[in-house]
Every structure is written in structure tokens, then in C-alpha cells.
């Protein structure tokens, strides 16, 4: 009998307001050690379907499906399981750091907190395991950098303090949300490389979330391609690259800038996405797809399971 996943959502919805469907009908599953890319555009669903699993969205937004990770219920957690699993179970890394730190506080002493919190082990014993982490992700001058600030650390140092936070208390999951966006390209790949290697080395899951197919290709396992709220492609990250199935992912490989193509126009995908208060009944695509049909718009396509595990989500694969 296969193991259950260590996370696996089923048709998890998310409601903001009482017409904001920012997340409709997603299924996903992780295994034990597997790192998902999670794929699209601005708007697309990505950073609250992370917040989702983590249960920080606002008391205003509404949730339906189910969500289990580790074997628990996360949506039926009462406050103080919650409080257990937040940072024990399931950490997060955010796209700006400088927002999730507190500024009144040193960067060593949010760490042991954290550590002191979870592991329920004594300040020294927490301040070391800080210590140990800042080194962890290689911050030169770890110590003296304990008890820095946050806004005495370059962008590139706070988010490997970032990580370092998330990582403190020995995670099973790692949900981390656009963290290298706000970065240089040269330190984004030096962040790339180093959560990839304390992926492997520490063996934890990760759901990566990013809008740039380049950084997918570099640390996940699987892609999952969102739009408007779905998933409408998953697969093995080779597999999806070189043979996308559904229109929206074929666009969004189209439109990566290459150097072979200098002097050419890239493949934009036409028109907007759609509004998320007045969603289509049909394909949410369907409006910007060079393939639509007239049956595109009878209904949101059922997710169809081709050769090597690919699921795709659209009626030319019906």
C-alpha cells in the first residue's frame, strides 16, 4: 500500500469577500522530500494557495476543501495546534524579508524565539542553535551578525537570515513564496543553489512558488502550472518543459526571453487574465487561447492523467 503524501489538498477553495474566487478546485499532492514548482502569472492563485496551507490568509477570506499535511487535518487544527504546526511542521520563506522580521528586535533573538518556542529548550541553548543556523546558511561573521538588525543586513544576508528562521526548528515542509524576486541575479542564484542543497541535506518537501520558469527549471522535482485560481498542468519538471500539454503553459515558454531569439518578437500570450469576481464558466483561458473551441466554454475541463503522471487540465486532451 503507497504512503500517504505528506501534503495532499483536495479541491481547496479560497474566497475573499463574497466574489473574489482566488483559488477554485485545487488537488495537490507532495511527497516526502520532493520539491514542487509552483508556476504563473501575477494574480494566479500561487501565494495564497502557500498562505492557505500555512493558515495566515485574513479572517475575511473563506476556505473550503480539505488540506493534510503530515496525516493532519489543517483546516479543522484548533488554535493552539495551529500555533504547533506554524514553524514545527510547515515554515515559510517570504519574498521580502525586511516585512517579516521585526525591525525592533536583533536577528539572533527572533530565531531563538522560535527555537525556544517549538523545541522548548533554554535562551542559550536557542542562541546557540541561531548561531548555528546563521552559519547553516553561510553568513559570514555569524556571530557578530547574531546581534545585528534587520535593516543593518544587505537584502541577500536577511533572506539567508530568512531561511535560517524557517529552518531553525527542522521543518518537514518548506513553503517558499517568490524569495528571490527582490534580489540581484547573482545573489538570486546563490540563494537558488543554497536551498536546493539544504533541501537534499536536510530531506524536507518544498513548494516553491514563482512566476519565472528559469527558477522552476533550477530547484523543483514537479511543476504545477496555475491560472486563475487552478491548476491546469502538472508533471516532472523535464517532461513539462520540453513538451507542454496545455496552451497556457506552451504560452508561458513562449515567452521566455532566449538569446537565439535576438532581433525576433516573442509570443506574448494576448489579452489580460480574467477577472477573479466574474470568472468564466468555461475554460478561465479560453478567452486568451489560440486553440479554443465552442466546447471550451461548456465547462472547466476535468483534470485528464496522461503517460508518466502528467495531468492536464484542458478539452484537447479529452
Do not use: W
Not at 542562541?127 to 556571530?143: G, K
Not at 503553459?249 to 506574448?268: D, M, N, P
Amino acid at each position: 500500500m503507497p504512503a500517504e503524501p505528506l501534503v495532499c489538498v483536495r479541491d481547496l477553495s479560497v474566497v475573499f469577500g463574497n466574489s473574489i474566487h482566488a483559488v477554485n478546485g485545487v488537488d495537490l499532492d507532495l511527497a516526502a522530500g520532493e520539491v514542487l514548482g509552483v508556476l504563473g502569472e501575477s494574480g494566479s492563485g500561487k501565494s495564497v494557495t502557500l498562505r492557505a496551507l500555512l493558515r495566515i490568509l485574513p479572517a475575511r477570506a473563506r476556505m473550503g476543501g480539505s488540506i493534510r499535511v503530515d496525516g493532519r487535518d489543517v483546516l479543522a487544527m484548533a488554535e493552539g495546534e495551529i500555533e504547533d504546526y506554524r514553524g514545527g511542521v510547515v515554515s515559510m520563506i517570504f519574498q521580502e524579508p525586511m516585512l517579516a522580521f521585526d525591525p525592533v528586535f536583533t536577528i539572533g533573538d527572533q530565531i531563538a524565539e522560535s527555537v525556544v518556542r517549538h523545541r522548548g529548550v533554554g535562551r542559550a541553548a536557542a542562541r546557540a542553535r541561531a548561531l548555528e543556523m546563521l552559519e547553516h546558511v553561510r553568513i559570514p561573521n555569524a556571530r557578530r551578525r547574531l546581534d545585528a538588525y534587520p535593516h543593518e543586513m544587505s537584502g541577500g544576508m536577511r533572506q539567508r537570515a530568512m531561511i535560517a528562521l524557517a529552518l531553525a526548528c527542522g521543518p518537514k515542509l518548506l513553503l517558499a513564496d517568490e524569495p528571490t524576486t527582490a534580489l540581484d541575479a547573482t545573489v538570486q542564484i546563490q540563494i537558488l543553489l543554497l536551498l536546493r542543497e539544504l533541501q537534499r541535506e536536510l530531506g524536507m518537501s518544498v513548494i516553491f512558488v514563482t512566476h519565472d520558469v528559469g527558477v522552476a527549471c533550477e530547484v523543483a522535482d514537479r511543476i504545477a502550472v496555475m491560472y486563475a485560481g487552478r491548476i491546469v498542468e502538472t508533471g516532472a519538471v523535464g517532461d513539462v518543459m520540453r513538451t507542454p500539454r496545455h496552451p497556457y503553459t506552451s504560452g508561458l515558454l513562449s515567452s521566455i526571453v532566449r538569446g537565439e531569439l535576438k532581433g525576433q518578437r516573442i509570443e506574448a500570450i494576448p489579452g489580460s487574465p480574467p477577472d477573479l469576481a466574474r470568472l468564466p464558466p468555461g475554460c478561465s483561458f479560453e478567452p486568451r487561447c489560440r486553440h479554443a473551441r465552442p466546447d471550451c466554454r461548456d465547462g472547466f475541463p476535468a483534470a485528464r492523467t496522461l503517460d508518466g503522471g502528467r495531468v492536464v487540465r484542458c478539452v484537447l486532451e479529452t
